[in-house]
């Protein structure tokens, strides 16, 4: 396990992580190492360990700390000394493990040892040109980075869409830096590009930068860093991958989650007609050894190891059959990452056809919640977990829970079915389905043939009838398949409170503030290449809320323009298809261009969604949107 704090649900993200694992960071701690020769390091702050676990290359000599509770202690490996002790050290250099050290640094000079240089962690920082708020040099804004599964081999193409939303915060000029890797983990390429000034779309196509840097063929992974944010510090965006070569393959997924993990979830077993390939990206520049990542059965508690080192920021195709080569859908996987590595993709292949998907963070400070057994009845049902049935006459929708915490031992459940006019028409209760399970519920098994002929939707709810536990963190794959060419998307998210007054912890979940969020602000790209995007807009309510939904459809394009707006309305727990060329005039829609996009609003309820492409080969994608 890499010793590093990365994100903490109560205090979220750690700044510090990103400031060291940042590529430019990691590349001036190794070149600080190689110049450094024997080292004393200082530890006022207590972050030895992921100093020296992102860049083991210093030869440490002894391990200083100035808090005497914290002598004899041992960081990093090495038993900590008192600082009055540095004098004695024979060393080259002394480095002050922190940022803005100026004063500190002037505090150490009557302690160096004879012919000692004093070195701080300001040695490392990104340059001025890179920083949001220059004057603090560990503000989050400073590191609104994430990282993108990038591709262009020939066969598929994939096709970064975001928009400037920081601008609604009162950024002024946003500056996105990226830098690409290949697959053995070299650099590609780097360079820097403006985001338009208002609140306008941004797109990057992988054809486009293959093409502009004479590039051969890649399967990798883009860095992108975003300079001059306001408001929050995640980068979110929208990843379409698409067939180049006249082939029917089309699939979209989202944002990597930028703070690594030790365990993800959902990953599929594959059908017998089936390869599924996980994506593993080193996301550090030092290597992940041997053995250090595993693939485990849900439930088994028997991970089985990858026996091979992966080089710093290189990307490793590892096919689930390696490892276990005879489990099968509907089982599932568990991904234990130690913590090297950030949400990872997975591919799955069948008849020529291939889709993208995503696994989730298994979350390790969960334990069961009685709370939620015991719910006051003004938050209804609780937590729910919506998602599309697609039409059923020409898709087939499937769902397969996925335990999303280490602790979680079974999940008590029950299948609610929908409308689009927001009557319920089914429910199914699931059990209390064990960690292990293999229950996939196809929606075909649980209504009627002529049910739903235009599409509605269908949660998953906690239902105690027979016991269980409950954590909150809910989580399920969603399965679409065309019944008649076959081919599927799939997509993988978490319960939420949805639409009450009353709020329980953090739920019903803002977008930026204290719950309970009310309002919706969804984005939907548009399509390009012939291809038209779609989404599902779902009303959940976990008690009675507005009867009908106002929501606004806002077109707008590539420099932050509205340009039209149309209005729509769903019943309450109903659903409604939205296709832009429905709502808009062929000249907005123009205008608009591939960079322009769909702002969902509402200030009445808040909506979840899915969105995704059709394209005339009879290919389609579809995965849960994103909101800021």
């Given at each position: 396990m890499l010793e590093i704090e990365t994100f903490d649900n109560k205090r979220g993200g750690n700044v510090v992580y990103k400031a060291l694992s940042h590529p430019l960071a990691a590349r001036a701690l190794a070149g600080l190492a190689e110049r450094a020769g024997p080292v004393a390091l200082f530890d006022p702050d207590g972050i030895a360990a992921p100093l020296l676990a992102l860049c083991p290359d210093f030869e440490i000599e002894g391990l200083y700390v100035q808090d005497t509770r914290a002598i004899g202690q041992i960081r990093a490996g090495h038993v900590a000394r008192a600082l009055l002790d540095l004098p004695r050290a024979r060393v080259n250099t002394v480095l002050l493990a922190a940022f803005d050290a100026q004063k500190r640094a002037r505090h150490l000079q009557a302690l160096l040892p004879p012919g000692a240089e004093l070195a701080t962690l300001d040695a490392v920082k990104l340059p001025a040109g890179w920083l949001s708020e220059p004057g603090r040099y560990?503000?989050?804004?400073?590191?609104?980075?994430?990282?993108?599964?990038?591709?262009?081999?020939?066969?598929?193409?994939?096709?970064?869409?975001?928009?400037?939303?920081?601008?609604?915060?009162?950024?002024?000029?946003?500056?996105?830096?990226?830098?690409?890797?290949?697959?053995?983990?070299?650099?590609?390429?780097?360079?820097?590009?403006?985001?338009?000034?208002?609140?306008?779309?941004?797109?990057?196509?992988?054809?486009?930068?293959?093409?502009?840097?004479?590039?051969?063929?890649?399967?990798?992974?883009?860095?992108?860093?975003?300079?001059?944010?306001?408001?929050?510090?995640?980068?979110?965006?929208?990843?379409?991958?698409?067939?180049?070569?006249?082939?029917?393959?089309?699939?979209?997924?989202?944002?990597?989650?930028?703070?690594?993990?030790?365990?993800?979830?959902?990953?599929?077993?594959?059908?017998?007609?089936?390869?599924?390939?996980?994506?593993?990206?080193?996301?550090?520049?030092?290597?992940?050894?041997?053995?250090?990542l595993a693939l485990d059965r849900m439930g088994a508690d028997a991970p089985v190891a990858l026996e091979e080192e992966i080089p710093p920021f290189a990307t490793r195709a590892l096919d689930v059959a390696e490892l276990f080569p005879d489990l099968r859908w509907p089982a599932q996987l568990e991904v234990r990452s130690g913590l090297h590595v950030v949400r990872p993709r997975y591919e799955v292949m069948r008849?020529?056809?291939?889709?993208?998907?995503?696994?989730?963070?298994?979350?390790?400070?969960?334990?069961?919640?009685?709370?939620?057994?015991?719910?006051?009845?003004?938050?209804?049902?609780?937590?729910?977990?919506?998602?599309?049935?697609?039409?059923?006459?020409?898709?087939?929708?499937?769902?397969?829970?996925?335990?999303?915490?280490?602790?979680?031992?079974?999940?008590?459940?029950?299948?609610?079915?929908?409308?689009?006019?927001?009557?319920?028409?089914?429910?199914?209760?699931?059990?209390?389905?064990?960690?292990?399970?293999?229950?996939?519920?196809?929606?075909?098994?649980?209504?009627?043939?002529?049910?739903?002929?235009?599409?509605?939707?269908?949660?998953?709810?906690?239902?105690?009838?027979?016991?269980?536990?409950?954590?909150?963190?809910?989580?399920?794959?969603?399965?679409?398949?065309?019944?008649?060419?076959?081919?599927?998307?799939?997509?993988?998210?978490?319960?939420?409170?949805?639409?009450?007054?009353?709020?329980?912890?953090?739920?019903?979940?803002?977008?930026?503030?204290?719950?309970?969020?009310?309002?919706?602000?969804?984005?939907?790209?548009?399509?390009?290449g012939g291809r038209e995007s779609f989404c599902v807009l779902i009303y959940p309510a976990s008690a009675p809320w507005v009867e009908s939904s106002s929501t606004d459809l806002e077109l707008y394009d590539g420099q932050g323009a509205l340009l039209e707006t149309a209005r729509i309305r769903i019943a309450c727990s109903g659903s409604r298809m939205v296709r832009p060329l429905r709502h808009f005039t062929p000249a907005a829609l123009k205008a608009a261009g591939e960079t322009g996009y769909v702002l969902i609003r509402d200030t009445t309820c808040r909506l979840f969604g899915f969105h995704g492409l059709e394209n005339e080969a009879g290919g389609f994608s579809l995965d849960h949107m994103f909101g800021f």
């Open positions: 560990l503000e989050p804004r400073n590191f609104a980075t994430n990282y993108v599964f990038f591709r262009d081999d020939g066969r598929f193409a994939t096709r970064l869409t975001t928009a400037n939303y920081w601008a609604g915060y009162g950024a002024r000029a946003v500056l996105f830096q990226h830098i690409l890797f290949g697959q053995g983990g070299q650099v590609l390429a780097e360079w820097a590009q403006t985001a338009p000034t208002g609140p306008g779309g941004y797109v990057l196509d992988s054809q486009e930068v293959r093409a502009r840097f004479g590039l051969k063929p890649f399967t990798g992974q883009l860095f992108i860093h975003a300079i001059g944010v306001a408001g929050h510090d995640v980068v979110k965006y929208a990843l379409d991958t698409y067939a180049t070569d006249n082939g029917a393959s089309l699939s979209c997924t989202h944002d990597a989650n930028a703070w690594p993990s030790a365990r993800f979830a959902g990953l599929p077993a594959p059908r017998a007609d089936e390869r599924v390939i996980l994506w593993v990206q080193n996301s550090h520049g030092v290597p992940i050894p041997q053995g250090a008849d020529g056809r291939t889709r993208i998907a995503h696994v989730n963070v298994e979350r390790a400070d969960l334990r069961p919640d009685p709370g939620i057994w015991d719910m006051h009845p003004s938050m209804g049902r609780g937590y729910l977990l919506p998602f599309p049935v697609l039409p059923r006459g020409r898709f087939k929708t499937v769902a397969l829970p996925t335990p999303m915490v280490e602790a979680e031992r079974d999940m008590p459940l029950r299948l609610d079915v929908f409308a689009p006019s927001g009557d319920k028409i089914a429910e199914k209760f699931l059990g209390r389905l064990p960690r292990a399970h293999e229950c996939a519920v196809d929606l075909d098994d649980v209504l009627s043939p002529d049910a739903l002929p235009d599409g509605g939707h269908a949660e998953l709810v906690y239902d105690f009838r027979e016991g269980g536990e409950a954590d909150g963190w809910l989580h399920a794959l969603f399965r679409f398949e065309e019944r008649a060419n076959g081919h599927a998307a799939e997509s993988s998210f978490g319960a939420h409170i949805f639409n009450t007054l009353m709020t329980y912890k953090n739920e019903p979940q803002s977008y930026t503030g204290k719950p309970p969020g009310l309002s919706t602000r969804l984005f939907l790209k548009l399509g390009f």
